[in-house]
């Protein structure tokens, strides 16, 4: 049985966030005195089965903190040396690498999760590694009788002559900053900033909602193209709900840069959700254990599925969702994820620069 309970967090000076701390219950006394102090900014409910087989492995409880990515670093930060975290973990390369930026992660030197987890999804010092990867890509409504030979890239996204209005989420979401971040990597600034230029002309709409609501309005008509992760779509074909399945199937799946000369053939931009281990973990051992436990097949299966994500051990090695499959394979884009953070505060200001709101 979980007990749930909500306490006040101290963020930083000024503020307060409300987190959720859940206590899982252990099979003897003994054990509930170890414990794992997972600080997380994933929070889907179904990741509980992982934290429960964590605990029949090792016995090690794991006691939950939720919040943001940018709660969970204020408050690991004021906690200073004190600090119960064990683990941080959190979703896109952009916060992995800003909570890096303050400091709150050790270096850790597993062989095992160097093993298990391809260079480019993980930090080259070893201070947070990606556990999940998600696509994000183009989308378009079926209904509408979009040429796809002319949607083949994020970069005809961005051509005048494009024809088809996009729907996109505002440049405050981190997706967008590590999509933007490849961009800048790849054409420089001047080169990103001309494209978001083009991106902003072509919106049908200024950005509003997170990646659910874009896919609601293309289905609903409101525009040829949306720009979204896959899960969410996965989500909707899967909800318990008809009307969100209906929106589901009217949209169709671009996986951009599959192919094209040079540049235009890297694949799709794919991020990640990783973690790492606290600066002052009280229990150093149970958290890289914990690392190399979300490593491992069966759990890597049902980490990525709990969320619609692909799981970062190479295929073949990990069985990938139906509704993912249906999506068909693709290439997807190898570009660093730590690229996609250290680009990070570039990217804002290009998208500044472009208009994008
Ligand atoms: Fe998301």
Do not use: C
Request: aromatic content about 8%; proline content about 3%; cysteine-free.
């Amino acid at each position: 049985m979980a007990i749930t309970r909500r306490i006040f967090l101290a963020a930083g000076a000024a503020t307060a966030a409300i987190a959720t701390e859940r206590f899982f219950s252990s099979r003897s006394a003994q054990a509930q005195n170890k414990v794992l102090n997972l600080y997380t900014a994933r929070h889907y409910g179904s990741d509980t089965q992982i934290y429960e087989g964590f605990f029949k492995k090792t016995g090690i409880k794991v006691n939950l903190v939720e919040a943001t990515a940018d709660k969970l670093v204020e408050r690991v930060k004021s906690e200073g040396r004190n600090s119960p975290a064990d683990v941080i973990m959190t979703v896109d390369a952009g916060n992995l690498y800003r909570a890096q930026q303050a400091d709150v992660f050790q270096t850790i030197d597993s062989r095992i999760l160097k093993d298990a987890i391809p260079e480019n999804l993980r930090d080259s010092n070893g201070t947070w590694f990606g556990f999940t990867k998600r696509t994000r890509v183009i989308m378009y409504n079926k209904e509408r009788g979009i040429d796809l030979s002319k949607v083949k890239t994020y970069e005809d996204l961005g051509r005048d002559d494009l024809g088809y209005k996009i729907l996109v989420r505002s440049s405050s979401n981190i997706y967008n900053q590590s999509l933007m971040g490849s961009i800048v990597e790849l054409y420089g600034e001047e080169g990103a900033e001309k494209w978001a230029k083009g991106v902003v002309k072509n919106m049908a709409r200024k950005p509003e909602g997170g990646d659910t609501p874009q896919i609601q309005a293309l289905a609903a008509g409101m525009a040829d193209l949306a720009i979204s992760n896959t899960y969410y779509l996965a989500r909707l074909a899967k909800s318990s709900k008809a009307e969100e399945r209906e929106v589901a199937s009217k949209v169709g799946v671009i996986f951009p840069n599959q192919s094209g000369d040079g540049k235009l053939s890297r694949g799709a931009h794919t991020n990640i959700s990783g973690a790492g281990v606290a600066k002052y973990s009280p229990n150093k051992e149970a958290a890289i254990q914990y690392l190399e436990y979300l490593a491992t097949p069966e759990v890597q299966k049902m980490f990525a599925a709990n969320n619609n994500e692909y799981p970062v051990l190479p295929r073949g090695k990990v069985d990938i969702d139906p509704i993912l499959l249906s999506y068909g394979s693709f290439k997807e884009d190898v570009m660093s994820s730590e690229i996609l953070g250290k680009n990070n505060q570039r990217a804002i200001q290009v998208m500044d620069r472009a208009g994008w709101k």
